[in-house]
């Protein structure tokens, strides 16, 4: 077994700075040392920042693990350490400013010394992946180093959550924050079968490899995730220097069989991972706690078909049976964040009968291609993901 395919786990039932701190601190301890760490290392951090959450809103990494892991840095020698990620909708430095208040960045780099990332620089880099991608345009912090910018380290801080597209939110799903902003939404365009879509950010995975995970399962959304679920408390984190691998424990610990992952399915059929992973640490608590999937989950039949029917079955089959997205126009605030991440921009804002000036978004069913983006970035969680009859059971 590759020394890569370890995932440590430890229990820490709250975000308690003490507890998180030294969990975070054994946790690592459990894992082989990585030699690249030092002064001269340029590290990135990447925790998830979907969207501007508080912390306690089970949606984005909560900063206490962000801060356990900067400070783990640190002490490991490193001096230059970036928090970053393209989160969803606009890639600005007012929308990130915001965000990194929210979500409670801004304190943790103040406290901790780190840089919050506010430069809007990409680079096009080629993909290491299966070929599907020819390349990617990521965000600088997360590109190789070059001189003064770029990074020779990434750490990939997630959270576990369920998603509505790819079941699993993890390791693997958080690189898509590598994307800048909205094009984003131009890669659910470009792949919009769930089946390539997973293929891609396993590519992208391949092409931006985090060096360490650490998994924020304390708390962890259950149900319609990513942004729109149910809060479970777990109490648990996780480390490991494989994502592949790390994603392999999170579904055993959600309940998932790795089948119905579609990310985990292709890097196993990549050979990127097995399902024997070592777990060390207290192995015990990686057992099932059967997570609620999405509402969405079981109705991709693409990755059944071979990959010269995909394009024309894979539209026909999501048009009969992928579950569709509604919004309920009494909760709709009228903020146009669907419309913006929509990838065929299909979602208009029309005046809304509740008042002069205000306005509710509606969706044109003919070019929706069910990716469900807009549902994701809602955040008033208007937009549900139903079954439609021939699917739900
Ligand atoms: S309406 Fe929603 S699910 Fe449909 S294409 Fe737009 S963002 Fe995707
Ligand atoms: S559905 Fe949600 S994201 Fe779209 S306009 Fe209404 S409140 Fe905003």
Avoid at 22 to 44: A, I, K, N
Avoid at 90 to 109: C, D, F, H, N
Wanted: charged share 20%.
């Amino acid at each position: 077994m590759d020394k890569r395919d370890t995932v440590a786990v430890l229990p820490c039932p709250q975000y308690e700075r003490a507890a998180v701190g030294e969990t975070v601190e054994r946790l690592l301890g459990l894992l082989p040392r990585d030699g690249r760490l030092g002064p001269h290392s340029r590290v990135t951090v990447k925790p998830n920042l979907l969207m501007k959450r508080a912390p306690n809103a089970t949606t984005t990494t909560h900063p206490e693990v962000v801060c356990a892991v900067i400070c783990w840095l640190k002490q490991q020698g490193v001096r230059h350490i970036t928090i970053a990620d393209s989160p969803g909708g606009p890639y600005t430095k007012q929308a990130l400013m915001a965000i990194y208040r929210a979500s409670g960045m801004e304190r943790v780099a103040a406290e901790t010394g780190a840089v919050l990332n506010l430069d809007l620089g990409s680079r096009e880099i080629k993909s290491a992946g299966s070929g599907l991608v020819g390349s990617f345009t990521v965000i600088e912090p997360l590109c190789p180093r070059e001189k003064d910018s770029g990074c020779d380290y990434i750490v990939d801080i997630c959270k576990l959550k369920t998603h509505c597209m790819t079941t699993l939110s993890g390791a693997v799903k958080n690189m898509f924050g590598s994307i800048p902003g909205l094009l984003k939404p131009r890669m659910h365009y470009r792949y919009p079968q769930v089946e390539d879509f997973a293929g891609m950010l396993v590519d992208l995975c391949q092409t931006v490899t985090p060096h360490l995970v650490v998994v924020d399962a304390i708390e962890t959304m259950e149900g319609d995730g990513p942004s729109s679920g149910d809060k479970r408390q777990l109490g648990l984190l996780l480390a490991g220097a494989s994502p592949f691998a790390v994603d392999v424990a999170l579904c055993r610990l959600a309940g998932f069989a790795p089948e119905q992952v579609p990310t985990v399915r292709l890097a196993a059929a990549r050979g990127l991972c097995g399902d024997d992973i070592e777990v060390v640490g207290q192995p015990q608590l990686l057992c099932d706690r059967q997570l609620k999937l999405p509402r969405s989950a079981s109705v991709d039949f693409t990755g059944r078909l071979p990959g010269f029917l995909r394009p024309v079955a894979g539209k026909v089959l999501t048009a009969l049976f992928a579950p569709r997205p509604r919004i309920d126009v009494r909760r709709c605030i009228g903020c146009g964040k669907c419309a913006e991440s929509c990838p065929p921009q299909t979602i208009r804002l029309v005046p809304s009968s509740r008042g002069r000036g205000k306005e509710v978004a509606v969706i044109g069913r003919k070019d929706c291609i069910r990716c469900y983006c807009c549902h994701e970035m809602c955040p008033v969680s208007a937009i549900s993901v139903s079954k439609n009859l021939l699917t739900r059971h």
